[in-house]
């Protein structure tokens, strides 16, 4: 039986998706499982033992689809459910399953603020996709396979950082997504443990204004007086864009606690089981992709109405006032 599953982005959307791809290779017989994915994540897949073989979209869909083609499927798994899953469906023309992707109800919270929303996690969601075919959730949770060549050793790390320390991923797709810098810059503060800033190339700058109020003792006027007098020197290292996705993911595997918003780096340390403080600003773990099955304290802002105002994010705050970050309240404990 050969199985195509469709998923083309992104980083957190395809870790969720990890346990339809164990369960539907252990769980059906000589199960063949192929996966559709976006070339620039192909190292997601690189150690999966899960995925018998990988398809990549470049440019074009159509040379993916003509690639599909030849493989000659028995059924498709469809975990993205948009447009161009659509196309590759319609031109396979096998049996497809498709995933639910509660639009009418994320618009009607987002919008209306009405709430039609199933308390079930997305990956359950997703798992539903193969009830049809005798599929059903293991107890295993999410999946993350590091390349040997990718585990970073611990003498990368400062020697501050060689012993315990706290990841803090500091990206996100969308601004909105993201605590301000001076709020940033009050949660190192408060964890009061080394920390590791992760994040991609764009993040590096943030994380370099992070760091530095503390190495430099607040010199900044955009962390603001109030955050000067606070007195304290954390230990923060700038690890954005020093690491590529598996290395960051040997970092956070390596972490006592994960600090994280609303990206897949939180995905990450879920599947490896870490304690994680997920961070949420215009998005609602409501929608459905808070930590899967791992301990984890939510820190959101309810006091504002305009909450949530998308479903996915913006780049500044449609408002101006960014109230659910700004105004968000940094409680939690660190044993």
Not at 92 to 102: A, D, H, I, M, P
Not at 167 to 196: F, S, W
Request: charged share 25%; aromatic share 10%; proline share 4%.
């Amino acid at each position: 039986m050969k199985i195509l599953i469709l998923r083309f982005s992104s980083i957190g959307d395809i870790v969720l998706t990890t346990p339809v791809i164990r369960t539907v290779k252990t769980q059906l017989d000589k199960a063949e499982v192929h996966v559709a994915t976006k070339r620039q994540y192909r190292d997601l897949f690189e150690a999966n033992p899960y995925v018998d073989k990988m398809h990549y979209l470049d440019d074009s869909l159509a040379d993916l689809i003509a690639a599909l083609r030849q493989e000659q499927f028995d059924y498709v798994i469809d975990l993205h459910h948009n447009l161009r899953t659509m196309r590759v469906k319609r031109a396979l023309g096998v049996k497809s399953f498709s995933y639910n992707k509660l639009n009418v109800e994320k618009w009607l919270k987002v919008n209306l603020k009405i709430d039609h929303l199933p308390n079930v996690h997305i990956v359950d969601r997703y798992m539903k996709t193969v009830e049809p075919l005798g599929v059903h959730m293991d107890a295993l949770g999410l999946d993350y396979f590091i390349p040997e060549k990718d585990e970073v050793p611990v003498e990368w790390l400062p020697e501050g950082f060689r012993g315990e320390y706290v990841v803090y991923a500091i990206g996100a797709q969308h601004g909105t997504k993201k605590l301000p810098v001076n709020k940033m810059i009050e949660l190192c503060d408060r964890i009061n443990k080394p920390v590791v800033l992760l994040g991609g190339p764009e993040d590096a700058e943030t994380g370099d204004k992070v760091a530095g109020f503390f190495s430099r003792e607040g010199e900044s006027a955009e962390t603001g007086d109030g955050l000067r007098r606070m007195g304290k020197k954390a230990t923060v290292y700038n690890g954005c864009g020093k690491f590529s996705i598996n290395q960051s993911a040997s970092v956070i595997k390596k972490a006592r606690y994960v600090f994280t918003h609303d990206t897949g780096l939180m995905h990450i340390a879920a599947a490896f089981k870490k304690e994680i403080f997920s961070i949420w600003g215009n998005t609602i773990p409501a929608f459905g992709m808070y930590p899967y099955r791992t301990k984890f304290t939510v820190l959101e802002n309810n006091r504002v109405s305009c909450r949530p105002c998308s479903k996915i994010g913006y780049d500044k705050c449609p408002k101006g006032h960014f109230k659910c970050m700004n105004e968000l309240v940094l409680d939690f404990y660190l044993p």
